[in-house]
């Protein structure tokens, strides 16, 4: 199974831009370590890769000397990424630090004439979101810090598969659900995604987004990235 760590930012350019001239700039400005690869485009829609290589260290052992070393290593880190210009929105599928340097990239291409912010998922609004959602599922949570008697404090997780009537749960212990999985169904049965929301903000999603259909990413986005959040 695929595991995604995805982000979402505000992208909003303080000028007028076309997506379509954009990504012509971007593909211009690529380096021998450093370049963007475009899947699609529209005026208003840009969709695809960022992909940077660099050197790290890394111990091994070596068996013809019998010794640990140190050596250096090519690693390359690819970031999936669209912009979606009309919500002012960008998601990246990919490790923290890749995106850090792809919002820094985005950035620098347009001279710092666009607003990059991070946008931190709120679990609680997430999942009063995914409650009104009839086709997501939140199948499990994780409750900490919960008093059950004299005092003592306990974690536990929840398997709230097949339970019909959860809503009075989760809004009982809403404060203390410290992680929520969800899952979400596409047009076909089988098309199902699940995904898991941290009280940190992150999310990780169990399916790569090129086997993610459309209508069920806007359905995640929804509960992730409510309409008119910090635009």
Same mark, same amino acid.
């Given at each position: 199974?695929?595991? =995604?760590?995805?982000?979402?930012?505000?992208? &909003?350019?303080?000028?007028?831009?076309?997506?379509? @001239?954009?990504?012509? @700039?971007?593909?211009?400005?690529?380096?021998?370590? @450093? &370049?963007?690869?475009?899947?699609?485009?529209? /005026?208003?829609?840009?969709?695809?890769?960022?992909?940077?290589?660099?050197?790290?260290?890394?111990?091994?052992?070596?068996?013809?000397?019998?010794?640990?070393?140190?050596?250096?290593?090519?690693?390359?880190?690819?970031? &999936?990424?669209?912009?979606?210009?009309?919500?002012?929105?960008?998601?990246?599928?990919?490790?923290?630090?890749?995106? $850090?340097?792809?919002?820094?990239? $985005?950035?620098?291409?347009?001279?710092?004439?666009?607003?990059? #912010?991070?946008?931190?998922?709120?679990?609680?609004?997430?999942?009063?979101?995914?409650?009104? %959602?009839? /086709?997501?599922?939140?199948?499990?949570?994780?409750?900490?810090?919960?008093?059950?008697?004299?005092?003592?404090?306990?974690?536990?997780?929840?398997? $709230?598969?097949?339970?019909?009537?959860?809503?009075?749960?989760?809004?009982?212990?809403?404060?203390?659900?410290?992680?929520?999985? $969800?899952?979400?169904?596409? #047009?076909?049965? %089988?098309? =199902?995604?699940?995904?898991?929301?941290?009280?940190?903000?992150?999310?990780?999603?169990?399916?790569? &987004?090129?086997?993610?259909?459309?209508?069920?990413?806007?359905?995640?986005?929804?509960?992730?990235?409510?309409?008119?959040?910090?635009?």
């Amino acid at each position: 199974m695929s595991t =995604q760590k995805l982000s979402f930012c505000k992208f &909003k350019p303080i000028q007028s831009i076309n997506l379509e @001239e954009y990504a012509y @700039e971007l593909q211009k400005i690529s380096s021998d370590n @450093e &370049k963007f690869v475009i899947n699609d485009c529209t /005026d208003l829609w840009l969709d695809g890769y960022y992909v940077i290589e660099y050197i790290k260290n890394e111990t091994r052992y070596n068996f013809l000397e019998t010794k640990i070393e140190t050596i250096p290593v090519t690693v390359t880190s690819v970031a &999936k990424f669209s912009i979606d210009l009309k919500n002012s929105l960008m998601d990246i599928w990919g490790n923290k630090n890749t995106a $850090l340097k792809l919002m820094t990239a $985005l950035s620098l291409s347009m001279h710092n004439k666009v607003i990059i #912010e991070s946008i931190n998922t709120d679990i609680k609004e997430a999942i009063n979101l995914a409650l009104l %959602e009839s /086709d997501a599922k939140i199948i499990r949570v994780r409750i900490e810090d919960i008093i059950i008697d004299n005092g003592i404090v306990a974690n536990c997780s929840v398997n $709230l598969s097949g339970q019909e009537n959860y809503s009075h749960l989760l809004r009982k212990y809403i404060k203390n659900i410290a992680q929520a999985t $969800l899952s979400v169904y596409g #047009e076909e049965p %089988e098309n =199902q995604i699940s995904f898991t929301i941290y009280s940190s903000g992150a999310i990780v999603i169990y399916k790569d &987004k090129d086997e993610i259909e459309n209508n069920a990413f806007e359905i995640i986005k929804r509960i992730c990235f409510p309409n008119g959040r910090d635009k």
